[in-house]
């Protein structure tokens, strides 16, 4: 089993950057495929990035792709949204979560995570 908990939300003007974290807890955190979803009032709860256990593999959604990166820490049982050129429309309530390398689903499936946080807030101003 895994707790996640994401830090880093915040206020921030459209241009600027955030770093959002998520610690998890568990012994086998590095054999879950992590995400990082969001959402925005009003609207369903959609895949930004995602990122293999190795780190081999990465998705990211087209509306964030060249602005945000992905990327893990097993050791520390770390995983990082790196976000910038953040646009108003990025505002959304941000999402950790992960999914079991023993599920059949693929990474895009949001039915596939079992595990997720408690979100942190991010807001964009124009």
């Known amino acids: 089993q895994v707790q996640l908990v994401e830090s880093g939300g915040g206020l921030v003007q459209a241009g600027g950057s955030l770093r959002l974290s998520c610690a998890a807890s568990?012994?086998?955190?590095?054999?879950?495929?992590m995400g990082w979803f969001r959402q925005a009032p009003g609207k369903e709860r959609v895949l930004v990035a995602g990122i293999s256990w190795s780190g081999g593999s990465i998705y990211y959604a087209d509306s964030v792709k060249g602005r945000f990166t992905i990327s893990r820490d097993n050791a520390k049982k770390l995983v990082y949204l790196q976000m910038n050129s953040l646009k108003p429309e990025d505002t959304a309530v941000y999402y950790c979560?992960?999914?079991?390398?023993?599920?059949?689903?693929?990474?895009?499936?949001?039915?596939?995570?079992?595990?997720w946080g408690q979100g942190t807030q991010v807001t964009v101003s124009s």
């Open positions: 568990g012994r086998t955190f590095s054999s879950y495929v």
């Open positions: 979560a992960a999914q079991p390398m023993s599920t059949m689903r693929t990474m895009t499936d949001i039915k596939g995570y079992d595990y």
